[in-house]
């Protein structure tokens, strides 16, 4: 595969030859014995010139990522020492970025001999076959086969950029509408939910721009696209600033709240219980 991609890089054996450090013939005949296998032809010879036909355009492609993905295996693994261990942790994008790396300042230099590889995920997935360690989110606490802890409970705001909220402050929350409602693709009934809260009902709860994820939301409220239902403690930064005001004082408390969970038999494991004891001892700073 490093032939053809360096040959249709090059488009000549001869050069993919001179950077791997191989002969021509020997680069010609692995390039032959990759057509033979895929029963594709990937290069046509032109004027003793090489091109890619339309199949060896798409395989290169396809061929790049898998040895990127190999180069950047090979680097992970060589990124740690022998005496050194993984810790696999997932996290919801927004929480992990507000809420998680801030508390995870000084985590290397206490336990020096574990490696954080940290992932965003946010759709529902098996631990155990994913082989994660530790995944941080949002619901009621059940997960199969895990052991969870509970971290910390929501409550929602509407928030704004200040270029937008009106000079006179709205007699009732049916009035944000006016400013466009950002919707969360994760929380699909968050606004309905925040109305019907307050005793109000509008149509316009499931309208307007919908976003995968709250840091998403946030920027298109700074940027004035709107009004967006986000946790409190997602943009406390940006109200202590002043980049966000809130135009309707009313939170609602989340049914559901943000837990850690490790698979049910990795509890005890080192690596596993340092790092959620980390977590524990700072869920309040």
Not at 61 to 72: F, G, H, S
Not at 140 to 145: I, L, Y
Not at 166 to 172: C, K, S
Not at 201 to 212: A, K, L, N, V
Request: one cysteine or more; glycine letters at 6%; proline letters at 6%.
């Amino acid at each position: 595969m490093q032939c053809f991609e360096a040959s249709a890089r090059h488009l000549s054996f001869t050069r993919a030859a001179e950077e791997l450090s191989l002969t021509q013939s020997a680069v010609s005949k692995q390039v032959a014995q990759l057509e033979a296998a895929l029963e594709h032809k990937l290069f046509r010879r032109v004027r003793k010139r090489l091109q890619l036909t339309p199949e060896g355009s798409l395989y290169l492609t396809e061929a790049r990522k898998i040895l990127a993905q190999v180069e950047m295996s090979t680097r992970y693994m060589l990124s740690y020492g022998g005496e050194s261990e993984v810790l696999n942790v997932t996290t919801l994008p927004t929480f992990g970025a507000r809420w998680l790396i801030p508390r995870l300042n000084g985590f290397r230099y206490s336990h020096p001999g574990i490696y954080l590889n940290i992932t965003n995920r946010v759709e529902p997935f098996d631990m155990e076959k994913e082989r994660v360690d530790v995944a941080f989110f949002y619901g009621h606490g059940a997960w199969p086969k895990t052991e969870c802890v509970k971290i910390l409970d929501e409550e929602v705001v509407p928030v704004c950029s200040p270029s937008i909220a009106p000079q006179t402050p709205f007699d009732d929350p049916l009035q944000l509408t006016q400013l466009v409602l950002l919707q969360s693709a994760t929380r699909p009934e968050a606004w309905h939910d925040w109305f019907d809260a307050q005793g109000y009902y509008t149509e316009h709860s499931y309208h307007g721009p919908r976003f995968d994820t709250f840091y998403m939301a946030i920027r298109a409220a700074q940027a004035g696209c709107g009004v967006a239902l986000i946790p409190r403690f997602l943009v406390t930064e940006e109200l202590e600033e002043g980049k966000l005001i809130i135009p309707w004082h009313f939170s609602l408390k989340s049914r559901d709240a943000y837990y850690m969970a490790c698979p049910e038999n990795m509890g005890e494991v080192t690596k596993v219980k340092s790092f959620m004891e980390w977590i524990t001892a700072r869920i309040d700073g």
